[in-house]
């Protein structure tokens, strides 16, 4: 066997080998599955070919086996649900990321690899306090989006009185139910009784704000000395429900109640729940549950969404119980304080008096939401911290790692921490060479244009400044930049940026112009210069609008009161300089009607001339004489203008005397020549040409010739005139004809 062949087949054989060994943990991992009646959290755990996993929130489990075929990755075997049992299958896709099956060859089942596995709550039963503490923090957990947790809270059920409920999914529902319950009441965790040593038995009292009603429930101890919920039968669960609902008029609340803020507790659930969906629609709602009126409006989303990040973290430090410790009436407009330290207090309040105004974290709570965090970071893991995910953020993993590796560099001068002031002069300087290279770029490639010339070096420097604010920009999220270091820096920059991009903007419109005049001479179809003028005069106005807008937008000045001091002071302008704007709308008149382009020929009033520049106010032309006229775009608009160079054929029409030898023989002779002297000539248009005998006069005979020349330029009309008249002399002396003084001129 060839030695290239033998190492071909060993290369394949290696790359199979190993794609096996990649498949072997293929299905290894937490999966989001769901069927027809229901779904939950499956863990799987693949050795070799064989699979195991497990339902927490079912007590199931499965088992099966891999196999590999044209499909791909295939797993068979078998799940287990109590006494139940059955068959399934199910397909790996290509990405590893999902899989598609049936159970028991009838209904479907699917699944997608969870990347962040929300493993459900330690359930604690070694006490009544315990006990429902565990329920209450697993039924918020599962209301949040982790079902499995529903599965931890039943552990911390007892169905004795209620001895039907054998099968899970009745089970589960019996839970679900009692949490619901739960959920309209208040309580606080403190005023949990615990039961005397020995007892087996404890009673819970949970009232309604606002209604007084009270929920009880009865809890016991078995026989391995853990405490459990008696569940309540369902009459008792129907008749305390209709108690607890009379207040909502009977009616359970929506779902989505909650994101009215019309509590503490809805502001407390809707900024936990938005900030768990952080990267998706969630943000809006968090950001919905702060008071941010304390900042700047231009500041306040970027401060808005580092606050809400730092909020989230101290919530986590401090702990929570239970949404349900929080108030949930919204009747009552009295602030809930919620966390008080010397470095502030986390408070939530009615934004406004109104009976509707949600409730808000307030807006001291934000500014001093820094300080909370630095006073709660130390803290041990709490005995339960808030349902829903802590969304990731680049400024806190940078803090960690320096945390981890340089904790020095932790101390604070004025509003930065030490790494925070070092990172963001580095970036600086690296920003500044990056944009250094990029500002040089361009300006060469500026430069090699058609008709462009070098830039010049205020230009340079305005794109350097603003590439380098460019780069710059995502530094005070990455870092974290405090509030108080934003509210002067941001506008100051910003503004810096807008004069920046208004200058840089004005050379790149003028190198525009001079590249779209420099490809015109190239081509030889006509341009509309009028257009083009006019296109690149509003341009270059609207980047000084546009410069004034994004300085008054950096420098929190509302666009209200803009738009009404422009709108005042455009009434005084307008009746001040109504002239100009005349000359403006008359170019734009120019514009649509066409009546001329660049180069043509002109005649109005008393102006003759070519037309040289149509600008904004008025149009140049430079006349007969050399000089150049400034026509108003509005006074032109309003006069006649006769366009001669559009003019498809040039009149020329002679009067030529002839003052001797005119007989009628040699006159007849000279009007045929000069017909076939036209005839013969392209310049002329000999259909449209007249000659004869005009006048009889003392001094003469006079004959008229009328034609038409059929050129488009004044310097080839004046070259056929000129060949024509020297051809009229000769044929009138060869026909013996003296033409007397004025011999050809033109007709009046």
């Not at 693949?46 to 086996?65: M, N, S």
């Not at 019996?174 to 009673?203: E, M, N, Q, W």
């Not at 990029?438 to 070098?454: D, E, F, K």
């Not at 190198?511 to 270059?540: E, F, N, Q, W």
């Amino acid at each position: 066997m060839p030695m290239r062949r033998l190492l071909l087949l060993l290369s394949m054989w290696l790359l199979s080998a190993a794609g096996v060994a990649r498949a072997e943990g293929d299905w290894t991992g937490t999966w989001e599955t769901h069927w027809r009646d229901s779904g939950g959290q499956m863990i799987l755990e693949q050795e070799g070919d064989t699979v195991i996993g497990r339902y927490p929130l079912q007590h199931g489990r499965i088992e099966g086996k891999t196999r590999v075929d044209v499909r791909g990755s295939l797993l068979e075997g078998r799940w287990f649900v109590g006494t139940q049992s059955g068959k399934f299958i199910a397909v790996l896709s290509r990405d590893k990321r999902t899989f598609t099956g049936r159970l028991d060859d009838s209904d479907w089942w699917t699944g997608v690899r969870t990347l962040r596995p929300d493993p459900p709550p330690r359930i604690d039963l070694t006490s009544p306090r315990e006990a429902f503490t565990s329920f209450v923090i697993a039924g918020n957990r599962a209301r949040s989006g982790n079902d499995d947790s529903w599965g931890a809270a039943a552990e911390a059920i007892d169905f004795g009185k209620a001895p039907g409920l054998t099968s899970r999914s009745e089970q589960l529902r019996h839970v679900h139910s009692l949490f619901t319950l739960i959920d309209l009441t208040t309580f606080r965790y403190g005023s949990i009784p615990d039961p005397p040593p020995g007892a087996d038995s404890a009673t819970l009292r949970l009232e309604q704000l606002r209604s007084n009603v009270v929920l009880t429930l009865a809890m016991r101890r078995d026989g391995e000395g853990k405490w459990r919920i008696l569940v309540p039968s369902d009459d008792e669960m129907r008749a305390t429900r209709t108690a607890l609902l009379a207040v909502h008029g009977g009616k359970p609340p929506a779902a989505d109640a909650f994101r009215r803020l019309q509590n503490p507790r809805d502001a407390m659930r809707a900024f936990l729940e938005g900030m768990a969906d952080w990267d998706g629609n969630g943000r809006a709602l968090a950001l919905a549950t702060l008071d941010l009126s304390g900042f700047p409006e231009l500041l306040r989303r970027t401060n808005g969404e580092v606050s809400a990040h730092f909020l989230r973290r101290v919530l986590d430090h401090i702990g929570l119980v239970g949404l349900q410790s929080i108030p949930n009436d919204g009747a009552s407009r009295d602030s809930y304080v919620h966390f008080v330290h010397d470095a502030g207090s986390i408070v939530i309040a009615p934004a406004g008096a109104a009976a509707d105004a949600p409730w808000q974290f307030t807006a001291e709570t934000i500014a001093h939401i820094r300080d909370l965090y630095l006073v709660t970071e130390r803290l041990p893991p709490p005995r339960a911290t808030p349902p829903g995910f802590i969304p990731e953020s680049a400024f806190f993993t940078l803090r960690g790692h320096v945390a981890a590796s340089a904790p020095i560099l932790l101390g604070r001068l004025r509003h930065l921490e030490y790494w925070q002031l070092l990172g963001a002069l580095t970036v600086f300087a690296a920003a500044l060479g990056v944009a250094w290279v990029g500002a040089t770029l361009v300006c060469s490639g500026l430069r090699r244009l058609p008709g462009a010339t070098a830039a010049p070096r205020w230009f340079f420097w305005a794109l350097h400044l603003l590439m380098t604010l460019a780069l710059m920009s995502p530094v005070p999220g990455i870092f974290g930049m405090a509030e108080g270091f934003r509210e002067y820096s941001i506008p100051f920059w910003g503004v810096v940026a807008c004069i920046a991009a208004g200058v840089v903007a004005w050379h790149l419109l003028y190198t525009a112009g001079r590249v779209l005049a420099a490809l015109a001479k190239r081509t030889t179809t006509p341009t509309d210069d009028i257009v083009v003028t006019l296109l690149l005069a509003s341009a270059r106005l609207g980047i000084v609008v546009a410069s004034a807008l994004g300085a008054a937008f950096f420098l929190s000045i509302p666009a209200t009161n803009l738009l009404a001091g422009l709108g005042i002071g455009g009434l005084a302008l307008a009746f001040a300089s109504r002239e100009t704007l005349a000359n403006f709308f008359g170019a734009g008149i120019l514009v649509s009607d066409r009546p001329f382009r660049r180069g043509d020929w002109i005649r109005t009033g008393d102006i003759e001339g070519s037309v040289e520049l149509v600008g904004i106010r008025s149009t140049r032309v430079r006349t007969a004489q050399d000089s150049v006229v400034f026509v108003p775009n509005g006074k032109l608009v309003d006069s006649t203008i006769n366009n001669l160079g559009t003019r498809r054929h040039r009149l020329v029409k002679l009067q030529l005397l002839v003052t001797a030898g005119g007989t009628p023989e040699k006159l007849e002779a000279f009007t045929a020549a000069l017909r076939q002297r036209i005839a013969d000539d392209q310049a002329f248009v000999a259909s449209r040409t007249d000659v004869g005998v005009a006048a009889i006069g003392q001094t003469g005979i006079t004959v008229d010739l009328t034609t038409y020349a059929g050129v488009s330029t004044d310097s080839a009309e004046t070259a056929a005139r000129h060949a024509l008249l020297l051809d009229v002399v000769r044929l009138a002396e060869t026909s013996g004809l003296t033409l007397g003084n004025g011999m050809a001129r033109p007709a009046t």
